[in-house]
């Protein structure tokens, strides 16, 4: 039973950092897509990050291009966001997300996947408020 339990949000002013954590558990962790999607009430889902974990390919949203830092502990089977020079548009509901059913390939052909919304899987989510 695949399982992915997000940790981490908060609320900060612009310009502060946060760090997400996702814990991934019920598959083979480092041969599948891993990522983190957004979604803000009123707006589209947005994909933010994604990374193939058995060779730390990523590949990013240029909305956050520069500012944040996907990062996985293959040891720990655990996802990360590191999040700096935050802004109010980066307020959202943050999903951590995987794709078990296929093997990955490239850290951009997963965010590309993410943006398709195939992956089957996503956790409860956790809310980063970011004030001005």
């Known amino acids: 039973q695949v399982q992915l339990v997000e940790s981490g949000g908060g609320s900060v002013e612009a310009g502060g950092s946060l760090r997400l954590s996702c814990a991934a558990s019920?598959?083979?962790?480092?041969?599948?897509?891993v990522g983190w999607f957004r979604q803000a009430p009123g707006k589209e889902r947005e994909g933010v990050a994604a990374?193939?974990?058995?060779?730390?390919?990523?590949y990013y949203a240029d909305s956050v291009k520069g500012r944040f830092t996907i990062s996985q502990d293959s040891a720990k089977n655990t996802l990360y966001l590191q999040m700096n020079s935050l802004k109010p548009e980066d307020t959202a509901m943050y999903y951590c997300?995987?794709?078990?059913?296929?093997?990955?390939?490239?850290?951009?052909?997963?965010?590309?996947?993410?943006?398709?919304?195939?992956?089957?899987?996503w956790g409860q989510g956790t809310q980063v408020t970011v004030s001005s």
């Open positions: 997300a995987a794709d078990p059913s296929i093997r990955g390939f490239s850290g951009s052909w997963c965010y590309s996947r993410l943006g398709l919304r195939r992956y089957n899987y």
């Open positions: 019920g598959y083979t962790y480092s041969d599948h897509c």
């Open positions: 990374i193939l974990p058995r060779n730390g390919d990523t």
